[in-house]
C-alpha cells in the first residue's frame, strides 16, 4: 500500500495546529498552491530536525472543489463537499474550505514555525479561514471534564484499517477521508449540571470514563448515538480531536480520519437528531458547532505527484 501522510495514524502528540486555507482564484493558483504542499513533507524533515524528540508531523487535506482543480482527471470516488444539517435548534453549518493543514508534536513552537513557513510559500494565493491551537487537557480530557477518545481505535494495525482507504479505490490507496468541525462550547452552563446528570449526557463515568450500565445509560447520551453497528461491526473512525481555546470562548476542534465520509456523517446526523428516531444527542445541548467541511487526505505518493502536474 502507498504511504500514508505523517499525521493520520500515530496517536496525537499533545499539541496541534489546525488551518483551514481559502484558496483564491483555484483556476489560476490551484497548481501553484499543489507544488507548496507537494514540499510540506520535506519541510517537516527540516523543521523537525531542531528537536527529532518532538516528532513533528502534518497531514495535508484537499477540500472537494480544489481537488478539481488540482487534479481534473482523477478524483477519490468518496469525495464530496459536507452537506449543512439543521435539525430546527441544533444546526452543523458547512463553512467549507480547500486546504487542511493538521500540524502535531510535542512543541508548540515547531507547529507554529512550519505553520509560518508554509503560509509564507502560499503567499497572496490563500486567506486563512480558521487558525486553531489544540492543546492536551489534563489527562488527555475534554473541557467537559471527560476524558476524549476513550472508543478510538488503538494500534497502527486498527488504525489504519479504519482510516485508509485500500482495494476499493486502488488509485487513491493510503489516502483518508477528513471531516473537520469546531465546536464552541458553554461551560457555563455545563457548569451548573451535577455530575450525575453529567455523565448521563455523556454515557461515561466523569472520573475514569467507565460507560454506563445499559439502564443507566440513556438513548440520548452520546456515546448512544455515535457508537453505531452495521451487519455486526462496529462504524469507527480515528478521531484527532483537541480543546483549545481562551478564557472568553473555548470548545473542542473535531477531527476525523475515516475511509468513506458516510461514517462521520451517520454519527452527526443522530447527534443533531436528524437521523428519523427523533432523538438527539444531549450534549449538543451544551455546545454549538461553528465550522464543518471535508477534504482528502493523499498518500504521499499522491501528493508529491500533485506538484508536477
Known amino acids: 500500500m502507498p504511504h500514508p501522510q505523517t499525521g493520520i495514524i500515530p496517536a496525537p502528540s499533545p499539541n496541534a495546529l489546525f488551518l483551514i486555507l481559502r484558496v483564491l482564484d483555484p483556476p489560476t493558483n490551484g497548481r501553484a498552491v499543489a507544488k507548496v504542499t507537494a514540499g510540506v513533507p520535506a519541510l517537516i524533515e527540516k523543521v523537525g530536525a531542531v528537536d527529532p524528540r ?37 444546526r452543523a453549518p458547512n463553512t467549507g474550505g480547500d486546504v487542511l493543514l493538521h500540524i502535531l508534536s510535542k512543541r508548540h513552537d515547531l507547529n507554529f514555525e512550519l505553520a509560518m513557513r508554509i503560509r509564507a510559500q502560499l503567499g497572496n494565493m490563500v486567506e486563512v479561514m480558521d487558525e486553531v491551537h489544540g492543546f492536551q487537557y489534563l489527562d488527555t480530557r475534554d473541557l467537559t471534564g471527560f476524558i476524549d477518545g476513550t472508543e478510538n481505535p488503538s494500534g497502527a494495525k486498527d488504525r489504519t484499517q479504519v482510516a485508509l482507504i485500500g482495494d476499493e479505490d486502488p488509485v487513491f490507496a493510503g489516502g483518508s477521508y477528513v471531516f473537520t468541525q469546531r465546536y464552541v462550547h458553554n461551560l457555563k452552563k455545563w457548569a451548573t449540571v451535577p455530575t450525575a446528570e453529567q455523565e448521563k449526557a455523556i454515557g461515561r463515568k466523569k472520573k475514569d470514563s467507565k460507560e454506563l450500565s445499559a439502564k443507566a445509560k440513556p438513548p440520548t447520551a452520546h456515546i448512544s448515538r455515535v457508537v453505531m453497528e452495521e451487519n455486526g461491526e462496529e462504524l469507527e473512525i480515528v478521531r484527532h480531536s483537541f480543546p483549545y481555546g481562551t478564557v472568553s470562548e473555548a470548545g473542542l ?33 451544551f455546545t454549538q458547532a461553528v465550522s464543518g467541511a471535508t477534504f482528502f487526505a493523499p498518500s504521499l505518493e499522491v501528493l508529491k505527484s500533485l506538484g508536477s502536474r
Not at 477531527?255 to 449538543?284: F, N, Q, V, W
Open 54 to 90: 518532538a516528532k513533528l508531523v502534518c497531514t495535508v487535506g484537499f477540500g472537494s472543489t480544489l481537488w478539481d482543480a488540482v487534479s481534473p482527471n482523477k478524483r477519490p470516488t468518496g469525495l464530496r463537499p459536507f452537506t449543512a444539517i439543521d435539525g430546527g435548534n441544533l
Open 253 to 285: 476542534f473535531f477531527i476525523a480520519y475515516s475511509k468513506t465520509l458516510d461514517i462521520p456523517e451517520k454519527m452527526l446526523s443522530r447527534m443533531l437528531g436528524t437521523s428519523g428516531d427523533d432523538l438527539h444527542d444531549h450534549l449538543m445541548d
